[in-house]
């Protein structure tokens, strides 16, 4: 038999093993992640069944495990809390109806193609918040790894009500929770072990033998696992427009947390993605994992990235995952409710640990970019909460980013030697600038809110001063190469300044114009500034048409080596 009639074989039997190992690691975290969101056990569950069958039959990535993850099991805690804190009935409900408005605002922004939702969150507000948030769920599982309680909700008091039951830490707890933690951080670099499932039979066998339970380590308990007919929570008005809110965050933590490993993994692999079908993939997962009764999902890395190292390569480990998951949920929970809670904090921290990474966040204070940004999302987790410091976080970038917008810079241009390069002079202080013409060029795009402080800057250096220049301009150059469109008022600021170098008896040309913002400027149709003015594609096109109006001598200030020509479109442009 050739070796293509094998490797169909081959793929299929590998995808299998892999099955095997992801879903020895996803049903502890299942668990474990329900922890987190302060729902029962089943909830987890069912979101992994969910994740798994729906992506592996409508995603693209053929690495992606969609379950439950920490970040998102962490929003929805806090979300349903700030909701409801107190009615445990009518906290499930809330779960249900957000993990549900997050699948449909999952479908609504993949019917409408909007693949780079993930982009309105900046990498460094996600690293940060990631951090933060990382810090937050470690901090949360340790009473399960102490054996105490805290009846605080803020990270500061809640760490301090910990810190101040030092007495009544349980040893055997503590112990057990760091002795899982060990066997994790040993199993790490084998990737294809089930660490998380051995800790789990280990710690169930521990109770088995000797109770543990006896000894005031406290157990997982009853998973009530029930397979309901899909439905809708019964839920007011306003509580579903509370959770809508509620539901655009955790659309923006799923989707950059989910898009980040499935691009990741399919340029290290060369595979291609398609994001607006995994954003309608992630939609049809978080639906059914709603109407069944289960968390959010999403592609988290530690997931993705094991089944990736336990020799997946296609779609259909998921598949053999899930089917592995529901035979170990009908045949296993029983013993999975004898899990001590120690060994399950373990897991999750464990789990959450590899967002830890201080070198990841030290790049950008090397860089000193978005620093602040970071430190604001770290803060803002810890001190504010979760959803209110990612929100923070979200909304300082989003400042900082229009304020670097709205701060006008405007570059005078000069020629490079005796070349057609036209660079800033400021920078290089070589480049001269072309007798009796002015050319200039607006560092950021122009839009409404900087557009009437860069033209006015322009406007200022047309305006006489008491020195007078040796060559005053005749000719004024204005390069947008940094603007792809011009709304409205970019236009009309624009349309001034054409105006104000008109009654001066100064000609405007503009150069190297994207096709769209040339195409508006035409409709405007102004007889300051005809289609003729807009036509140069380079800055040197630009200069050799305004000399070529000015009739400019082939050697004028030494800076013109050959006479002057007309412009590349072969048209003259006559002064105002």
């Not at 009544?168 to 899982?180: F, I, K």
Request: proline fraction near 7%.
């Amino acid at each position: 038999m050739s070796t293509a009639d094998t490797r169909p074989t081959a793929s299929w039997r590998q995808d299998l093993v892999a099955g095997l190992a992801v879903a020895g690691l996803l049903l502890p975290e299942a668990v474990a992640y329900s922890s987190i969101a302060g729902l029962p056990p089943g909830f987890g569950v069912i979101a992994l069944l969910a994740g798994l069958a729906c992506y592996g039959l409508l995603g693209r990535s053929r690495f992606a495990v969609v379950s439950a993850t920490s970040s998102s099991a962490a929003v929805l805690a806090a979300a349903t809390a700030s909701l409801t804190p107190d009615d445990a009935g009518l906290r499930l409900a809330l779960a249900s109806g957000l993990v549900l408005l997050t699948g449909l605002f999952f479908l609504g922004a993949g019917f409408a193609r909007m693949g780079a939702l993930s982009a309105f969150v900046a990498k460094p507000v996600l690293r940060g918040f990631t951090f933060g948030l990382a810090v937050v769920i470690i901090v949360k599982q340790l009473p399960h790894l102490l054996g105490v309680t805290s009846p605080f909700d803020d990270i500061l008091r809640f760490s301090l009500a910990l810190y101040e039951q030092s007495s009544h830490w349980n040893p055997l707890s503590v112990a057990l929770g760091l002795g899982a933690l060990g066997l994790l951080m040993v199993l790490r670099p084998y990737r294809s072990v089930p660490g998380a499932l051995l800790a789990i039979v280990l710690g169930i066998a521990a109770q088995s033998c000797w109770g543990l339970d006896r000894f005031g380590v406290a157990l997982v308990g009853n998973i009530d696992l029930q397979f309901r007919a899909p439905s809708l929570p019964g839920l007011s008005s306003s509580e579903w427009l509370r959770l809508g809110e509620l539901a655009f965050a955790m659309l923006f933590v799923l989707y950059a947390e989910s898009y980040s490993s499935i691009r990741s993994f399919a340029l290290k692999h060369g595979d291609p993605v398609s994001a607006n079908r995994d954003l309608l993939a992630l939609g049809v997962a978080n639906l059914a994992s709603g109407l069944f009764g289960g968390m959010p999902v999403g592609a988290g890395y530690s997931a993705t990235s094991a089944n990736e190292a336990a020799g997946a390569r296609s779609r259909l480990a998921a598949w053999f995952a899930a089917l592995v998951v529901l035979l170990a949920v009908l045949t296993l929970l029983p013993f999975v409710a004898l899990t001590p809670l120690p060994v399950l904090a373990a897991i999750v921290i464990h789990a959450v640990g590899h967002s830890l990474k201080p070198g990841e966040l030290r790049v950008y204070f090397d860089w000193r970019r978005d620093r602040l940004v970071v430190l604001l999302a770290i803060t803002g987790v810890l001190l504010l909460g979760i959803l209110p410091g990612l929100l923070a976080a979200v909304g300082a970038s989003l400042l900082m980013t229009l304020r670097e917008l709205s701060r006008p810079k405007v570059a005078v241009l000069g020629r490079l030697g005796e070349g057609h390069d036209f660079v800033d002079i400021l920078a290089h202080p070589e480049a001269k600038p072309v007798p009796g013409l002015l050319i200039m060029r607006p560092e950021s795009p122009l839009f409404f809110a900087n557009a009437e402080q860069i033209l006015s800057m322009v406007q200022q250096r047309l305006q006489p001063s008491d020195a007078p220049e040796e060559h005053p301009p005749r000719f004024l150059i204005l390069s947008l190469e940094e603007s792809p469109d011009l709304d409205g008022s970019s236009i009309e600021c624009l349309l001034g300044l054409a105006r104000f170098a008109h009654a001066r008896g100064v000609g405007l040309l503009v150069a190297r114009l994207h096709e769209p913002a040339k195409a508006v400027l035409a409709r405007a149709n102004a007889p300051e500034l005809p289609r003729e003015s807009l036509i140069h594609w380079s800055v040197d096109d630009a200069v050799s048409s305004a000399l070529a109006s000015l009739g400019a001598p082939s050697a004028e200030a030494g800076l013109i080596s050959q006479p002057p020509s007309t412009s590349r479109s072969g048209k003259h442009i006559a002064l105002p």
